[in-house]
């Protein structure tokens, strides 16, 4: 644990500023995360980080040693629906975590993948291969480089938009439109930095909505990314008052329980990095959704 203290010389700056413009390898959001975890303390006590700084408080900042994160392949089972040299299109399970980070050391998708096969190294040593990603208790399809060249091919067809990413989920109440489009921006939420929000000046997002079926209290949608944000669906369907089913983070507390959001990466399409043909994969929704569904048709 490394320690610092600063007296402070110019009093009226909030604490969670201050520590950002003091120390530029500190962010205003780590701070904020920094002295809500009593990493920062004043006068030896902890405050709020909207506390306002007052001339010869004594400041003590207690920086966490980073952790090290040793990536290594495991030998879990894939479900692989395609490879080639240079890709390799896999369906991912629910509850799987797609690449190492603090609390997920091990036990990934990454992990699996590198048992498997060599992956490109373009994105560093804890998410190689991982062109994009879909969230932990999110369910399907997923493309994964084997090499550079086929990941710089396949991140520029994401960022021009070529790709095809279709979603299904099923989310509370009944869409009366037959389709739609949610245009909101999406940034970190500011009143939770565990969670995305719709916020002014965040990032562009856009997700296309067509219902599938129609329940007495749910909807069966699919959901059309033309952009790729963190918790993007989920938000969405939050912000025009549709969250989906069982998502733990976004939806309300009465809800149907799974493995987590209904929410499941149904059908993925590229052009080849290398040949340049169209390939396009659909996989089934996983069981528990299945089930779930005919549930509520036998109870509709």
Do not use: W
Not at 147 to 153: F, L, S
């Amino acid at each position: 644990m490394e320690t610092k203290k600063i007296v402070v010389d110019q009093a009226g700056e909030r604490l969670d500023k201050f520590i950002s413009i003091v120390n530029e390898e500190i962010s205003r959001s780590q701070a904020k995360t920094l002295i809500e975890n009593q990493n920062i303390l004043v006068n030896g006590k902890t405050v709020k980080p909207k506390y306002e700084i007052k001339v010869d408080d004594v400041i003590e900042i207690n920086l966490p040693e980073p952790e090290i994160l040793e990536l290594v392949g495991e030998d879990i089972p894939l479900d692989i629906v395609y490879e080639d040299d240079d890709v390799i299109v896999v369906n991912k399970e629910q509850g799987m975590v797609v690449h190492p980070a603090a609390g997920h050391k091990n036990h990934t998708l990454v992990n699996a993948l590198m048992f498997h096969s060599p992956l490109s190294k373009i994105n560093g040593e804890l998410r190689p291969g991982i062109v994009h990603r879909i969230d932990k208790d999110t369910s399907g399809l997923l493309m994964v480089a084997k090499n550079d060249n086929a990941h710089k091919d396949l991140s520029e067809q994401l960022k021009n938009k070529t790709n095809i990413r279709r979603y299904y989920a099923l989310v509370h109440g009944v869409i009366k439109e037959n389709s739609g489009t949610v245009n909101a921006p999406l940034g970190r939420s500011p009143k939770d930095r565990k969670k995305q929000a719709v916020v002014a000046g965040g990032r562009n997002a856009v997700t296309h909505f067509k219902v599938v079926e129609r329940f007495e209290k749910y909807t069966l949608i699919e959901c059309q990314l033309e952009t790729g944000r963190t918790h993007q669906i989920r938000v969405h369907m939050k912000y025009i008052n549709h969250p989906v089913v069982g998502d733990p983070l976004y939806g309300p507390n009465k809800t149907i329980k799974g493995n987590g959001q209904f929410l499941h990466a149904r059908e993925l399409g590229f052009t080849h990095p290398t040949s340049k043909q169209l390939m396009d994969f659909t996989v089934p929704l996983p069981k528990i959704f299945k089930d779930t569904l005919a549930s509520i048709r036998n109870n509709s």
